[in-house]
């Protein structure tokens, strides 16, 4: 059980977080700096995303709880959510729409804003902490385990952070691309799999 979520939990959140699709994102907005301020735009980015989807993996349920929403009907919606994402990725539509949230920065450091948030730590990211954590109420070890997998998929992060220059060079365009999109068609599965899973617990169609 524990394989099966680990497993579950890191194809969740590396397909939506796409630690290669950030890294030319990363390359564009460090552009120019030393590698001692990039290193610490990394460190800062990671840690900030990592503390905000921490937030969201302990007290997303109790928070839906509080205004009235029930798990099965977040984990319909959140599916629906991921799978928007997936044809973005499928159709090379989500590049542009992050380059331009790049292009929004005002220049200055871009470790927060919008590296950690919305890059790093964007919608599909938060809602995947809540769908995984939610469906493992009560079960805390189960909750530390996706808080532990969801801290090593930011770890790769990091690392491809630092090594950016050298992923791209080996990549091309044309390979980042070809990963993305093979990155899309998990995560499509994986949202079909939310939605029934929220259809099931309403006892809907027989599931």
């Known amino acids: 059980m524990e394989l099966e979520l680990a ?4 194809v969740t959140l590396f397909v939506i977080i796409d630690p290669i699709g950030l890294t030319p994102l990363f ?7 030393t590698s001692a301020q990039r290193r610490s735009i990394a460190i800062r980015a990671v840690l900030t995303g990592a503390g905000i989807l921490a937030v969201f993996g302990v007290a997303g349920e109790f928070m839906l709880t509080k205004i009235g929403i029930g ?3 977040f984990r319909i919606s959140g599916g629906i959510l991921l799978f928007l994402t997936a044809i973005e990725m499928l159709f090379e539509k989500r590049t542009p729409r992050r380059e331009k949230t ?3 920065d005002d220049g200055n450091d871009p470790a927060v804003f919008p590296l950690a948030m919305p890059l790093i730590s964007g919608p599909g990211a938060m809602t995947s902490m809540i769908l995984l954590t939610g469906q ?6 189960s909750q530390v385990l996706v808080h532990v997998v969801m801290l090593s998929v930011l770890l790769i992060v990091f690392l491809m952070f630092m090594t950016s220059g050298v992923l791209e060079r080996v990549l091309g365009h044309t390979g980042i691309n070809l990963v993305t999109r093979l990155m899309g068609m998990f995560l499509a599965a994986l949202s079909v799999q939310f939605v029934l899973d ?3 617990a309403y006892g809907l169609f027989g599931l």
């Open 7 to 10: 497993i579950s939990a890191f």
């Open 27 to 33: 390359v564009a907005m460090t552009a120019g700096k």
């Open 71 to 73: 798990m099965p009907a």
């Open 102 to 104: 790049a292009e929004d």
């Open 136 to 141: 493992y109420s009560g079960d805390v070890g």
């Open 198 to 200: 929220g259809v099931r």
